[in-house]
Structure formats: C-alpha cells, structure tokens
C-alpha cells in the first residue's frame, strides 16, 4: 500500500486544519488506518485510529473532543479533522495502514507509512 498525506500548514492556535491520506495499490477495506505524529526532538505518538469496515474510532486523550476521524472506503482515503488547534499540536503528521487485527495504538502493528505532512500552529 502506498500512502500519501497531505492537507498540513501554518495556522494560528484555535484554528482548524484536515488532512488527507490517500491510498493504492492495495484494497483500502482491508486496512485499519491511523494517524501519529511526531515533534522535534519527541517520539512519535498515536492520534487517531479508524477500523476497516466498521468505522470504529479510537483516539489519544490529548485530541479527544478537537480531532475527528474518518473515511471514505470508495475514494481510498482517510481523513484526520483537526479543530480547536494548539501550540502543542504542531507536529509532523503521518498516516500508516494495518492489515493485522493487531493494537491500533502501537507503531509496530501498522506495515505502512506515508511520508507524513508538517502542522504548524503558531500561539
């Protein structure tokens, strides 16, 4: 699967950002999707999660009520909906797919990464 993410930029503290990641070569349905982001100097960190088919949603503490998953199975993409945006927020964002019924929190379940896109937000 290859992934391709996009959607990132500057943007003032309360502000809001979407990102997309969109997929090919493989069918997208079979793929629980995610989204981690990693700060300067910081390890990357779990974000959002959504399951294959049945759109079950898991997100970390630090977005929960502000970031809002989701996806669309036709189009091959999976959307990170970013409100209420904070200083702390400002991170590279990459998107990853699992095929495994393994944890979505953890990195090493997910096969595939895109090559992330910079959020910015200034305070």
């Known amino acids: 699967v290859q992934l391709q993410a996009s959607g990132g930029g500057l943007v003032q503290a309360g502000g809001s950002l979407r990102l997309s990641c969109v997929a090919s070569?493989?069918?997208?349905?079979?793929?629980?999707m995610g989204w981690f982001r990693q700060a300067p100097g910081k390890e990357r960190e779990f974000v959002a999660a959504i399951s294959r088919t049945d759109y079950r949603t898991l997100y970390a503490d630090s977005v929960k009520g502000r970031f809002t998953i989701s996806r669309h199975n036709a189009k091959n993409t999976v959307y990170l909906q970013m409100n209420s945006l904070k200083h702390e927020d400002t991170a590279g964002y990459y998107c990853?797919?699992?095929?495994?019924?393994?944890?979505?929190?953890?990195?090493?379940?997910?096969?595939?990464w895109g090559q992330g896109t910079q959020v910015t937000v200034s305070s």
């Open positions: 070569g493989r069918t997208f349905s079979n793929y629980d």
């Open positions: 990853a797919a699992k095929s495994r019924y393994s944890s979505s929190y953890y990195i090493a379940s997910y096969e595939y």
